[in-house]
């Protein structure tokens, strides 16, 4: 049975840290056992990478992937936290350049959801559902990101701010 995490989480990060690599190789990578890699990705485990050890899995994955996982969760758990105040609105490109991975992090709490070894099989569970929602919102989160910087663009040409609304709560590690 596979556990749910939080969505942004350091947990989710160390999962697709694994998933990416294998749990040999990012071990390899960080010089820690394969079962401490995989203790990272469990909530209910004590530790988590150092910022030495993160940005060594991170290098590793975005060699071989493109993806950066502990970064990305660390910017997305930054801009949740930050996102009460006014800003201003980022690049268009920059801003849609996030939509992949909210997108594909969606489609994956989906999958794992809906599959056979899953913990009521094609039924979602409440906490399954949960963590779908949180990535819900997370995903229009974004797409608003990329419509107020597109809305900034095509206007006076200057720098707009706007109110970010309030994000779901995630992993306060």
């Known amino acids: 049975m596979t556990?749910?995490?939080?969505?942004?989480?350091?947990?989710?990060?160390a999962l697709?840290?694994?998933?990416?690599?294998?749990a040999q190789e990012a071990a390899k990578v960080a010089g820690l056992s394969p079962q401490t890699l995989r203790d990272y990705s469990d909530a209910d485990r004590p530790g988590r990478p150092t910022l030495q050890t993160a940005l060594a899995l991170d290098s590793a994955c975005y060699e071989q992937t493109g993806r950066?996982?502990?970064f990305e969760s660390y910017t997305r758990q930054l801009a949740a936290r930050t996102r009460r105040n006014t800003r201003p609105?980022?690049?268009?490109?920059?801003?849609?350049?996030?939509l992949?991975?909210?997108?594909?992090?969606l489609l994956d709490l989906i999958r794992r959801s809906r599959a056979v070894e899953s913990p009521r099989g094609r039924s979602i569970t409440a906490s399954e559902g949960s963590?779908?929602?949180?990535?819900i919102k997370l995903q229009r989160r974004e797409l608003d990101d990329v419509e107020a910087?597109?809305?900034?663009?095509?206007?006076?040409?200057?720098?707009?701010?706007?109110?970010?609304?309030?994000?779901?709560?995630?992993?306060?590690?």
């Not at 609105?89 to 996030?98: F, H, K, N, Q, T």
């Not at 963590?131 to 990535?135: P, T």
Request: hydrophobic share 45%.
């Open 3 to 13: 556990k749910m995490r939080v969505p942004d989480s350091f947990e989710e990060a």
């Open 16 to 22: 697709e840290t694994v998933r990416l690599l294998s």
């Open 68 to 70: 950066a996982p502990f």
């Open 89 to 98: 609105v980022g690049d268009v490109l920059v801003e849609a350049l996030d």
């Open 100 to 105: 992949p991975g909210a997108v594909g992090r």
């Open 131 to 135: 963590a779908i929602m949180k990535a």
């Open 149 to 173: 910087a597109v809305v900034a663009a095509t206007e006076d040409g200057g720098p707009a701010v706007v109110e970010a609304r309030p994000s779901p709560e995630v992993s306060h590690e």
